[in-house]
């Protein structure tokens, strides 16, 4: 799953900062049309693995318009067998120094066998190096008796000169009921012409991972292209 600020993993978000759900759209020149291909050596999101220990390929395609709306398509392999495909857009714009941003995100599985569907609103703010995130989202037919989940997830990033780091609540997002933590320190940085490569360690707490707490070492490489 992917959030607006492609903070799955900060190997996504070297293609943008991720997906980067995680998306942060910044204002371009009249329209771009991008696209970006990477691979994942585990793939995360929001302190929770997706892929089970398995690397994972992903690719994305962006549309950005000088006004501050955005559309884009995501996609990763997770566990199951199953494919991940992530739909979002939103508005960004800046006032004042201040970044501010509210988008939507629809996660779906291709054949259904990982999980059910994620609707979500995506609302941020920024200031500098800061970003703020706030996330409502509806796991679609998610409990025992095929009943929807609702969910929140708050998180904030810290990126300075390619350092990064991440913290992050989820209520009821890893089922209901289950409260859980995570946090991703990490760097990313331009090894040849919009090729990207990410480093971080990843700490999650023992409701995301039904088990013990786990630290995570985690690689990702990205290539970004442009369309138009």
Excluded: C
């Excluded at 959030?3 to 998306?23: F, R, T």
């Excluded at 320190?185 to 088990?211: M, N, P, Q, V, W």
């Amino acid at each position: 799953m992917k959030n607006a600020l492609k903070l799955k993993s900060l190997a996504l978000s070297v293609a943008v900062a991720s997906s980067s759900m995680a998306v942060m759209a910044p204002n371009v020149a009249q329209a771009e049309l991008t696209g970006n291909i990477g691979m994942m050596s585990e793939y995360y999101f929001r302190g929770i693995s997706q892929s089970e220990g398995v690397v994972s390929p992903e690719f994305g395609v962006d549309y950005e318009h000088e006004s501050g709306l955005y559309l884009g398509l995501w996609s990763a392999k997770v566990a199951d067998s199953d494919v991940e495909y992530d739909i979002y857009g939103g508005y960004e714009t800046e006032i004042s120094g201040f970044t501010l941003g509210a988008g939507f995100t629809l996660y779906r599985y291709l054949e259904g066998n990982f999980d059910t569907p994620y609707d979500e609103l995506n609302f941020w703010a920024g200031y500098g190096p800061l970003t703020v995130m706030y996330d409502r989202g509806i796991n679609r037919d998610a409990d025992d008796n095929g009943k929807d989940i609702d969910y929140s997830v708050i998180s904030a990033e810290l990126e300075y000169a390619g350092f990064y780091g991440i913290y992050g609540k989820g209520m009821d997002f890893a089922g209901k009921g289950v409260d859980h933590t995570y946090m991703q320190l990490g760097y990313s940085t331009e090894i040849y012409t919009d090729t990207s490569i990410d480093f971080s360690i990843l700490r999650s707490s023992k409701e995301a991972t039904g088990g013990d707490e786990e630290t995570t070492l985690l690689l990702g490489i990205n290539k970004s292209f442009s369309f138009m």
